[in-house]
């Protein structure tokens, strides 16, 4: 029997998914190398959790969310298991943290794909990736400051400039109910206002709406009580203290009565960073807050946590709107080129001077230098153009007379200069030349 054709789309990428490749990928490699570094300033370590978890992890924290209850990618496993793909980092984490009783504080971050059954679009994908901090065990305002100019510090880090942090508090477990039953008895009384989805939700949810985008929603919630009217005098405090000491450290920030963020299990602190560079839809950069209530919600201790999650793809969006974090150009400390070229048909790349070139650029490579060279037995003019485009600092040609005189010849790319360096020096000059510091070291240790 024939088998079916594949569709014609069977090898591309699925919808809502993306493959990064070079260049590009440098800005993704200096963007998660920017933030680990940070991370690893402000006391955290890399935490990874699988990119599946078993179903009731992410069922728990958001039953009332679009993010679980409709895009979520769920799948039964060959052992009849309900499992579902990570829609979001912090319920991972907090399962991780239940599981393994690290002594608190925890501090950790991650960097992981994110997938979401959404209506695919530029800035919103089916699989997009977060960096995020979580850190358990620990009720301290000062640790929501920490939490907040971890990330704040980074996008800026990157020359970011147009975002805004936006901060609330969502209150406990001890005023929230009072002020959530003001803000169903309100809803009610506006009900025909609401849209569909709204309307639907507002009584088992009606923290919801003041998230609904929809400009009836917007338009009722802005005359809505305000949670931070109804805040106990342990929630104000703690809010105060936060505000307190983003001022003290210099971070600018704004209260946004309705911010109450996409998942149910925030409280208290929430925060959000939106870009002004980019559409209003899809200005989110990133986002978090406290769910103290979290991990004894999914069988655990009782632990208070905050954490946020930043979208990479959002954030390189926002640096192509802000003319920032380009695509760094190429470069290489040294391109090896063999000057005396193919020899007979197809090229002899393993005549003597090929032979030197693999060695040469094999001694490079593992001194640290970054060194490269062209495949494939081609002439000396094609591999000199390779060397230009390479972004090559030296280029250094292993030439036939050189050879027999036991040296190559190294040409300084910048300034078009030309000098015969002993082969058996060739890769200590290249390390002087390419890094000053180490020059600089070389120099003083030979002037003692
Ligand atoms: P959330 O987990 O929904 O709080 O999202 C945190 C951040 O991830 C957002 O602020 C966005 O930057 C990014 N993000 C969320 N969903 C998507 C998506 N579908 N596509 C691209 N980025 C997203």
């Not at 579902?84 to 907090?94: I, N, S, Y």
Request: glycine letters at 10%; hydrophobic letters at 40%; proline letters at 6%.
């Amino acid at each position: 029997m024939q088998s079916e054709a594949p569709p014609p789309d069977a090898y591309r990428a699925p919808v809502g998914t993306h493959d990064v490749l070079p260049p590009e990928s440098a800005r993704w490699e200096a963007l998660v190398a920017a933030f680990a570094a940070r991370a690893r300033r402000f006391g955290y370590g890399l935490v990874m959790t699988p990119a599946y978890e078993h179903v009731e992890v992410f069922q728990r924290v958001g039953e009332g969310t679009d993010v679980v209850r409709k895009e979520m990618y769920e799948f039964e496993d060959k052992g009849g298991r309900r499992l579902a793909l990570r829609p979001e980092g912090t319920a991972p984490v907090v399962r991780a943290y239940i599981q393994h009783r690290p002594t608190p504080p925890w501090k950790v971050w991650y960097l992981s794909p994110h997938f979401r059954h959404e209506k695919a679009q530029k800035g919103r994908y089916r699989q997009h990736h977060q960096l995020g901090a979580e850190v358990l065990g620990v009720d301290d305002p000062a640790l929501d400051v920490e939490v907040i100019s971890l990330a704040q510090g980074f996008l800026s880090s990157l020359g970011l400039s147009r975002f805004r942090l936006a901060i609330n508090s969502l209150g406990d477990g001890q005023c929230r109910p009072g002020y959530l039953e003001a803000l169903r008895a309100y809803l009610r009384a506006h009900e025909s206002e609401l849209c569909a989805d709204s309307r639907a939700r507002y009584e088992t949810n009606p923290l919801r709406v003041l998230d609904c985008k929809d400009p009836g929603c917007v338009a009722v919630t802005e005359r809505a009580p305000q949670l931070l009217e109804h805040l106990c005098a342990d929630c104000k405090s703690h809010f105060e203290a936060v505000q307190a000491g983003l001022d003290a450290i210099g971070v600018a920030h704004e209260i946004a009565p309705r911010l109450v963020r996409g998942l149910d299990y925030y409280t208290r602190t929430t925060f959000e960073f939106a870009s002004e560079a980019l559409d209003s839809a899809q200005n989110a950069l990133g986002g978090g807050g406290r769910y103290d209530r979290l991990a004894e919600e999914m069988g655990g201790p009782p632990s208070p946590g905050i954490g946020f999650g930043i979208g990479i793809e959002r954030v390189l969006i926002a640096c192509d709107a802000e003319a920032v974090l380009p695509a760094p150009a190429p470069h290489l400390d040294a391109f090896v080129v063999d000057a005396v070229g193919p020899t007979g048909v197809g090229g002899d790349p393993l005549g003597a001077a090929g032979v030197e070139v693999t060695a040469l650029l094999a001694e490079l490579r593992e001194t640290g230098l970054s060194a490269d060279r062209a495949y494939g037995g081609r002439s000396v003019r094609a591999q000199t153009k390779v060397a230009d485009r390479s972004g090559a600092r030296y280029v250094v040609l292993v030439g036939r007379a050189e050879m027999e005189r036991g040296a190559v010849a190294v040409r300084d790319m910048d300034s078009g200069e030309q000098v015969e360096v002993p082969r058996n020096r060739v890769v200590a000059w290249l390390h002087e030349h390419c890094n000053p510091s180490l020059r600089d070291t070389t120099h003083r240790e030979l002037g003692r």
